[in-house]
């Protein structure tokens, strides 16, 4: 199975409000990213939070990162119509391997 | 500065042939790396290049094949083509592995949507 594991699958949110997802994963990590993907096309990189960090931000993103419970989160502040994607994390174990999550499908509404 | 470049953009062939998709990495980017996503699922992990080596590849059968060539474009090979390998291939770029092995965020392209008939 997946090392990451976003949640929820899916997510349906009026455009305004927050949106939350999460990421667990398995083992020990150097680093967790975060992108975007929109209508199955290429993924747009939007945050990487090394293993020595707990919070970092990016405009209306906020990330956090709990090595003890191996989860992070993505916090998308005041959405727009124009966050709609599939977000996934991906995790670097320092094994010369990027193992993706699963993925979690935000649509926000007008 | 021209992104992560693919080609074809789609491809269809059919069952038993050979599949070859090519990719251009950002200029600076010596690492490549392929990927697999399959209609609604997660990236499955392929191959992953620097500076023309293959560093790793994930859990595929060996008719999945690819090289990086001296300018860092990269070409994946897909022998004995079956159904299930219809998906969306992406290739992504980085700069090589930064201070302490850590490597850097990954630069998509639009991929390649191959189908099998």
């Known amino acids: 199975s997946q090392q990451g594991e976003e949640d929820p699958q899916a997510l349906s949110i009026q455009e305004g409000e927050n949106a939350t997802m999460n990421c667990s994963y398995k083992t020990s990590i150097n680093n967790l990213q975060w992108y975007r993907q929109n209508s199955g096309r290429g993924l747009v990189h939007l945050i990487l939070?090394?293993?020595?960090?707990r919070e970092k931000h990016s405009g209306r993103l906020r990330v956090t990162l709990d090595t003890s419970k191996k989860s992070s989160s993505l916090l998308i502040t005041a959405s727009r119509a124009a966050d709609t994607a599939s977000y996934f994390c991906a995790t670097y174990s320092g094994t010369y391997k990027y193992i993706f999550g699963t993925g979690t499908r935000l649509k926000v509404l007008a | 500065e021209a992104g992560v470049t693919q080609s074809p953009t789609h491809l269809i062939k059919t069952r038993g042939q050979q599949a070859t998709l090519r990719c251009s990495p950002i200029?600076?980017?010596?690492?490549v790396y392929w990927y697999q996503q399959a209609l609604g699922l997660g990236l499955q992990f392929l191959l992953w290049?620097?500076?023309?080596?293959?560093?790793n590849r994930g859990n595929f059968p060996p008719r999945f094949s690819g090289r990086q060539f001296p300018n860092y474009s990269s070409e994946l090979n897909v022998n004995a083509l079956e159904l299930e390998d219809s998906a969306l291939y992406l290739c992504?770029?980085?700069?090589?592995?930064?201070?302490?092995?850590?490597?850097?965020?990954?630069?998509f392209g639009p991929g390649t949507r191959l189908t099998v008939t």
């Open positions: 200029s600076g980017h010596t690492s």
């Open positions: 939070i090394r293993s020595n960090e």
């Open positions: 992504a770029s980085s700069l090589n592995l930064g201070l302490a092995g850590a490597p850097y965020e990954q630069y």
């Open positions: 290049y620097d500076e023309g080596e293959e560093r």
